[in-house]
């Protein structure tokens, strides 16, 4: 059996007007492949939507992008997103039928259930990094971010 290509995955999603029904967001990524040195970015902007979609999405998007199973790492600055994995919320939700028991409805169910698919599929670890702070990578996505928001305004 063929070893498993390592990866290194920065991600980050944001949303101008969260709080708005007309609002822009965006989702950024980069794609590592330290043993071959190769590095893919992607991005992409969206009308109506949340911050904490974006940040769900940009992971998953990167990991969709995957040919084969990998062990990848994930760096994120959502806590969010992070906590949900690496906390067990994840599992806790399914095992609730998708829901946050008595808490109610789970928000963003279907890509949380994609997530979980994604991450059955890889050997996936997640990194919490600080958000606009001085990681070169975590920037960059950042930056992706709002260059889809700027083009995404300018349609």
């Known amino acids: 059996m063929a070893e498993k290509k390592e990866i290194i995955l920065y991600t980050d999603g944001g949303c101008r007007g969260n709080q708005d029904t007309?609002?822009?967001?965006?989702?950024?990524?980069?794609?590592?492949?330290?043993?071959?040195?190769?590095?893919?970015?992607?991005?992409?902007?969206?009308r109506n939507?949340?911050?904490?979609?974006?940040e769900i999405l940009a992971v998953l998007t990167g990991?969709?992008?995957?040919?084969?199973?990998c062990i990848v790492k994930v760096h994120s600055d959502s806590?969010?997103?992070?906590?949900?994995?690496?906390?067990?919320w994840l599992k806790g939700w399914k095992a609730k039928g998708w829901t946050r028991g008595k808490a109610g409805e789970l928000k963003n169910k279907e890509?949380?259930?994609?997530?979980?698919?994604?991450?059955?599929?890889?050997d996936v670890t997640f990194v919490k990094v600080k958000g606009h702070a001085n990681d070169k990578w975590n920037n960059r996505a950042d930056a992706l971010v709002n260059q889809a928001m700027d083009e995404l305004k300018q349609k």
């Open 79 to 88: 806590a969010y997103v992070v906590n949900a994995v690496e906390k067990g």
């Open 63 to 69: 990991l969709k992008m995957l040919k084969e199973p």
């Open 111 to 122: 890509l949380w259930q994609e997530m979980d698919r994604l991450l059955a599929e890889h």
């Open 49 to 54: 939507t949340t911050n904490n979609k974006m």
């Open 22 to 46: 007309n609002n822009i967001g965006a989702i950024g990524g980069i794609l590592m492949f330290p043993k071959t040195g190769a590095v893919k970015e992607y991005n992409e902007g969206f």
